[in-house]
């Protein structure tokens, strides 16, 4: 027997011109100890598909017609009530944003245990005990410590991987994913996913997997359900839809994937650069960092240095990547660059001036000249504001153009980024996840910069619209000699777009260099560990 059985279902969303049909006859089964990998691009009905098994969908949101069946058992028109007695017993569920799904106000461990308090675990010790042994098994370092902790103390992958602690808190029977693994680096990646196999293989567990990693739907899953237009387009055992996919929207996303892609940018400057290098022989780096250092204040504890002796250099024109596991000290370095963070020693400098210690009109300066995507759109876009005013805002803090001249200035870097024209009079809660990322990249642009600051900023996007964002930014680099400092956990996308990479732990520098040799021969232990587990390299598991 089936352990989970979609048919027909159909979902919808209330809009101003009426009801706006986004899932089209989905039929899927999942059997007892499998796992099968949704995927697809933004907005294909994946997430969707997810949320209206367990009567989870977002305000506006209503299932019109097909069955769900657990385990046999229809729960199509199941209650509220009646839906709440199988959320985390019978089903486990990892949603996809961990900042919107902690309380802010309650500690980690409180959080994590209140599912077994909710289902009859009254002994508090032994709830403790069970939080600690969940927050360890999915990888979290001093359980005991982030148990008494609150969601801001964490990073990101942190606060992803107690999502997944509290999923599986019960043993579901069947536990659904949604993008688990999106905000997490390689290494804690593959210990996540690792442990979603142990599920299934030791206790039987079933999983529904809705990624936009093909590189993990290959690892991870027996079974592959592809969407587009929220409608299934093709479905089979992994190892035959990759090999020799029907469709040819599953060729494109194959091509497009960076886990299957081969070959590296040229570890040298582009000619033009070379060229241009010539002139300016004296000052060919567009960023230098020296010797940073950066500490925090820990309630209770000493100082934690985020940053220790940091040092690298960026050539014009080029892209260098920061790779890491998450708390390595990527985005403190980011933030240190962009002086949105102050060094507590080392120097800073952007094409040859010191920017240290800018202040005041130099600073103002300086942000015209280096701009930052945050690795988490929803929390940077003002949630009341349209796109297109978003997008223009820089425009109107520099005081550039006229009102109709940023508006279409906002329209056409909208377009740049995939984006169809009618999103510029939406707002931030009206767009995919990936959506919201591909807008804080188009405002980034929006001022010409010199160098742009990418933190994560493709994380959160399908692999097909990944490949377009990072064609738009190798593009850009060749058109105007833009010059990109990347900070990505995903080994995949750094390969094929960085020249040069700095490998971080623990606030160092462990080892850089040119990319391909790098990634053809890593010097370290914890570079060699990196690579190991970056997905699609392994077969399918049976």
Do not use: C
């Not at 159909?10 to 989905?26: C, F, I, N």
């Not at 232990?525 to 077969?539: F, H, M, Q």
Request: hydrophobic letters at 40%; a neutral charge; aromatic letters at 4%.
């Amino acid at each position: 027997m089936s352990v989970l059985t979609i048919d027909g279902l159909r979902v919808s969303y209330a809009a101003p011109e009426g009801r706006r049909a986004v899932v089209h006859g989905v039929s899927l089964e999942i059997g007892e100890g499998e796992t099968l990998a949704l995927v697809g691009e933004s907005g294909s009905g994946k997430s969707t598909t997810a949320q209206a098994v367990l009567g989870l969908l977002p305000h506006g949101g209503r299932t019109d017609s097909g069955r769900v069946l657990l385990g046999g058992l229809d729960i199509s028109g199941w209650s509220e009530r009646a839906l709440r007695t199988i959320r985390g017993t019978q089903v486990g569920f990892v949603p996809q944003d961990p900042v919107t799904s902690l309380d802010p106000v309650r500690t980690i461990g409180a959080q994590v245990g209140e599912a077994l308090r909710l289902h009859g675990h009254r002994d508090r010790r032994a709830r403790q005990a069970r939080v600690i042994e969940l927050l360890d098994r999915v990888g979290i370092d001093d359980p005991d410590l982030r148990a008494r902790q609150y969601p801001h103390e964490l990073s990101g992958g942190m606060r992803q991987r107690v999502l997944i602690a509290s999923a599986v808190a019960l043993r579901p029977r069947l536990l659904i994913a949604d993008e688990p693994t999106s905000a997490l680096d390689a290494t804690v990646q593959r210990r996540v996913l690792d442990l979603m196999d142990e599920l299934r293989t030791q206790e039987g567990t079933s999983i529904l997997l809705v990624t936009h990693d093909l590189g993990v739907a290959a690892d991870h899953a027996q079974h592959l359900v592809v969407l587009q237009g929220g409608r299934v387009v093709e479905q089979g055992r992994s190892a035959e839809v990759l090999s020799a996919p029907a469709d040819g929207y599953t060729r494109q996303l194959l091509a497009d994937a960076p886990a299957f892609a081969s070959g590296f940018r040229n570890a040298q400057a582009p000619n033009f650069l070379r060229d241009a290098a010539v002139a300016a022989a004296e000052n060919p780096n567009a960023i230098t960092a020296t010797g940073l250092v950066k500490s925090f204040e820990s309630r209770g504890r000493a100082p934690f240095r985020a940053v220790d002796d940091v040092s690298f250099r960026v050539r014009k024109g080029t892209t260098h990547a920061l790779v890491g596991e998450s708390g390595s000290g990527k985005t403190t370095t980011a933030r240190l660059i962009t002086r949105f963070q102050h060094p507590d020693a080392g120097a800073i400098t952007i094409d040859g001036t010191d920017v240290t210690h800018a202040a005041g009109k130099d600073l103002r300066a300086l942000r015209r000249r280096i701009q930052l995507v945050y690795q988490n759109p929803f929390a940077s876009l003002d949630p009341r504001q349209r796109i297109e005013d978003i997008v223009a805002e820089p425009l109107v803090n520099f005081r550039i153009g006229t009102k109709a001249e940023r508006r279409d200035r906002a329209v056409d870097l909208l377009e740049r980024v995939a984006l169809p024209s009618d999103v510029a009079r939406r707002t931030p809660r009206e767009l995919s996840g990936g959506q919201r990322q591909r807008v804080a990249i188009a405002r980034a642009l929006a001022i010409d910069p010199d160098i742009i600051v990418l933190d994560e900023a493709v994380s959160a996007l399908d692999v097909t619209v990944q490949a377009r964002i990072l064609e738009l930014l190798a593009s850009l680099q060749s058109e105007l000699g833009l010059t990109y400092l990347f900070i990505s956990h995903d080994l995949a996308v750094v390969r094929g777009i960085s020249y040069t990479v700095s490998v971080m732990r623990h606030g160092r520098i462990v080892e850089d260099g040119p990319t391909q040799r790098i990634f053809e021969d890593p010097q370290h232990d914890y570079t060699r560990e990196l690579l190991a587990a970056v997905p699609g390299r392994s077969e399918v598991h049976a």
